[in-house]
C-alpha cells in the first residue's frame, strides 16, 4: 500500500480563501515534499520540510510536519484561480544512497474565481 | 535546457506487445525514478536507479524491467503489455541519494488495447 494518504480527495474553495491539505505516512521518513501538477502536466516541487523541522514557510505556502502524528499539513494562504491543481504530498525514506520518493494520492483543489 | 525528456508522448499497444519508453535529463543528476499515475492512484513508484549501475523496485514492478544506460538515460521496457499498464508514466531524477526535489518529464500516455 501506499506510503502517504492525502485528505481531502478534493477541495473546493472561493478565491481568497485559504486551503488545507493533509498527508499521514506509516514509516518513519528523511524528509517530505509537497508537489503540484496541473491538469495534464508533470509534477512540479513546491516545498521540502526534513524530519527535524516542524513548520516551513515559503511565500503563501505553510507547511507543517508532526513525526509523532506521522502528517504534515500544506496550507495555501489567499488561494487565487491559478492555484486550481492537484496536489501530492512525498515521503521520502531509505539509506542516503537509495533515495525512494513514494507518493499520497493527492488533493484535487478547485479555487473559483 | 531541457530538464527531463520522455519519448514517445503517447502510444497505442495490442495485448502482448512491447515496447520501451525513454527517458533523458542533462541535469547530471544521480538519481532516476519511473512512477505510474491512474485516475485516484496518485503516482506509484514502478523502479528507480539512485545512481548509474544500480536500479531497484519500487511499489509496482511486476511486468516492467528497466535499463540505466548511463547517467543521462533511464528506459522502462514493458514485455508484453497488459490492459492493466494502460497508465501515464512519468520519469523524474534528482541529486543523489535522499533530501532534494523530483525533476518531472511531461510524461508518456500509453493505452494498451
Known amino acids: 500500500s501506499q506510503q502517504g494518504e492525502e485528505d481531502p480527495q478534493a477541495l473546493s474553495i472561493q478565491e481568497g480563501e485559504n486551503a488545507t491539505m493533509n498527508c499521514s505516512y506509516k514509516t518513519s521518513i528523511n524528509n517530505l515534499q509537497w508537489y503540484r501538477q496541473n491538469s495534464g502536466r508533470g509534477l512540479v516541487h513546491l516545498i521540502l520540510i526534513r524530519s527535524n523541522e516542524r513548520e516551513k514557510h515559503s511565500g503563501r505556502l505553510r507547511v507543517t510536519l508532526d513525526t509523532s502524528k506521522k502528517s504534515s499539513s500544506l496550507l495555501i494562504t489567499a488561494s487565487r484561480a491559478a492555484d486550481t491543481a492537484s496536489y501530492f504530498c512525498?515521503?521520502?525514506?531509505?539509506?542516503?544512497?537509495?533515495?525512494?520518493?513514494?507518493f499520497g494520492q493527492g488533493t484535487t483543489l478547485q479555487v473559483k474565481p | 535546457n531541457a530538464g527531463v525528456t520522455q519519448t514517445p508522448k503517447f502510444q497505442v499497444l495490442k495485448t502482448g506487445q512491447s515496447m520501451t519508453l525513454q527517458c533523458a535529463q542533462d541535469?547530471?543528476?544521480?538519481?532516476m525514478y519511473w512512477y505510474r499515475q491512474d485516475p485516484g492512484m496518485g503516482l506509484r513508484l514502478i523502479y528507480y536507479?539512485?545512481?548509474?549501475?544500480t536500479t531497484d523496485k519500487g511499489e509496482v514492478p511486476n511486468g516492467y524491467n528497466v535499463s540505466r544506460l548511463n547517467k543521462r538515460e533511464f528506459s522502462l521496457r514493458l514485455e508484453s503489455a497488459a490492459p492493466s499498464q494502460t497508465s501515464v508514466y512519468f520519469c523524474a531524477s534528482r541529486e543523489w541519494g535522499f533530501g532534494g526535489e523530483l525533476f518531472f518529464g511531461e510524461g508518456s500516455r500509453l493505452t494498451v488495447l
Open positions: 512525498a515521503t521520502d525514506f531509505g539509506s542516503s544512497n537509495t533515495g525512494k520518493l513514494i
Open positions: 541535469m547530471n543528476h544521480n538519481s
Open positions: 536507479s539512485a545512481s548509474e549501475g
